[in-house]
């Protein structure tokens, strides 16, 4: 398989989190079409899990859902900072701790037919208290959840964010191994 030749680019939308742009290419096939691309800075998402095995998880209200979504701690990675420096302060901004073991296990695109948002997926453990303070645009509650009862919660359409369901993927999988 060959890739798709970029023939030209144009911006359409310029914002504070995201661009857009509008990408003629040439398919392998020799026909031409238009690829829209969301540009949105690389992220974290970070599944704290505290000595009692309650994962930390945030609700906060998310405008374009109109609704409560109950997801992990997860941000944008700032231009010059680390992923894992991110991991760290997303964890003091969200839930109020910092992690002295904070393991990365992968990454995945969170919407690779039309975003450039690749992410980044930590567990954190041995959490101690280390605030920092919140973004001025968001309101989060933080809710301590048994990992024994993340199943359940997905199966029931309580946790309904994908970045969360992956990351809560990947840490079941890793926490339950030796």
Request: some cysteine; glycine content about 6%; hydrophobic content about 40%.
């Amino acid at each position: 398989m060959e890739p798709e030749k970029l023939i030209s680019s144009q911006t359409v939308y310029q914002g504070k989190i995201v661009n857009v742009r509008a990408d003629s290419v040439l398919l392998p096939s020799g026909r031409q079409t238009v690829r829209e691309v969301v540009e949105h800075a690389d992220a974290v998402v970070i599944v704290p899990i505290d000595d009692d095995d309650n994962v930390l998880l945030v609700r906060q209200y998310r405008y374009p859902t109109e609704q409560f979504i109950l997801e992990a701690p997860a941000g944008g990675v700032d231009e010059g900072e680390s992923p894992d420096d991110c991991a760290q302060r997303e964890l003091q901004e969200e839930v109020g701790y910092a992690s002295r073991k904070l393991r990365p296990m992968g990454g995945f695109w969170s919407a690779p037919g039309f975003s450039t948002e690749y992410l980044y997926a930590y567990l954190a453990k041995e959490l101690v208290p280390s605030k920092l303070n919140a973004d001025d645009d968001e309101a989060i509650e933080v809710i301590r959840t048994p990992l024994s009862d993340i199943n359940r919660l997905i199966r029931l359409g309580e946790i309904q964010d994908a970045k969360t369901i992956a990351a809560l993927l990947m840490a079941t999988v890793l926490f339950n191994k030796p």
